[in-house]
Nanobody, 123 residues
């Protein structure tokens, strides 16, 4: 499976961005999808996850109420709508596909990762 994250960029605080994660080689339908981010000098951290049917979504406390994760299995894509962005949201954002078992917020439980996309929020 190959994943490609896109949609990052430079935005002012309070602005919005929409990230996309496109999969090829296998259907996204088989996997929960997660978004993680990594700021300079920090560990990669969980942002949001969505399970197969899209009925179950999870968010970190830092982004809850501002970010929305979604998936379109017909298009083999997942998205992360980011609103009311803050400078502390600045990071490289990665999408991943979760394997069976484990938890949605542990990066070690994800079996496929794409290259990240840079999000920079200016104050």
């Amino acid at each position: 499976v190959q994943l490609q994250a896109s949609g990052g960029g430079l935005v002012q605080a309070g602005g919005s961005l929409r990230l996309s994660c496109a999969a090829s080689g296998r259907s996204l339908r088989s996997y929960p999808v997660g978004w993680f981010r990594q700021a300079p000098g920090k560990e990669r951290e969980f942002v949001a996850a969505i399970f197969w049917s899209g009925d179950s979504t999870y968010y970190s406390n830092a982004v809850k109420g501002r970010f929305t994760i979604s998936r379109d299995d017909a298009k083999n894509t997942a998205s992360l709508q980011m609103d009311n962005l803050k400078p502390e949201d600045t990071a490289v954002y990665y999408c991943g596909l979760k394997g069976s078992g484990g938890t949605y917020y542990e990066r070690s439980d994800y079996v496929y990762w794409g290259r990240g996309t840079q999000v920079t929020v200016s104050s």
